[in-house]
């Protein structure tokens, strides 16, 4: 079963930036879908971004503009780039297929505070 590893959270200030990274431990990226997914305290997680195999984007309206996904099929890494980052985006930030198939992750904490 191919296994996914998050890493890049942390605390940052509201406007700050940081870029979560998701590594899978098989060569999937080239035939899949691959999104982010975060769940916030006390929500359902929920799709915020996603890569097509070919190379479209699509975001959901609350992260248009401010992330940017990107992916390395070489490496069998997505990325985040997560920018202006706001208070209400503090989360657990998730990779995983879409739809999602795969055994989820630990995820990466992200956390928008002073």
């Known amino acids: 079963q191919v296994q996914l590893v998050e890493s890049g959270g942390g605390l940052v200030q509201p406007g700050g930036s940081l870029r979560l990274s998701c590594t899978a431990s098989?060569?999937?990226?080239?035939?899949?879908?691959m999104g982010w997914y975060r769940q916030a305290p006390g929500k359902q997680r929920e799709l915020v971004t996603a890569i097509i195999g070919g190379g479209s984007r699509n975001y959901a309206d609350s992260v248009k503009g401010r992330f940017t996904i990107s992916r390395d099929n070489a490496k069998n890494t997505v990325f985040l780039q997560l920018n202006s980052l706001k208070p209400e985006d503090t989360a657990v930030y998730y990779c995983n297929t879409i739809p999602a198939t795969l055994d989820w992750g630990q995820g990466t904490q992200v956390t928008v505070s002073t």
């Open positions: 098989g060569s999937i990226f080239s035939v899949n879908a």
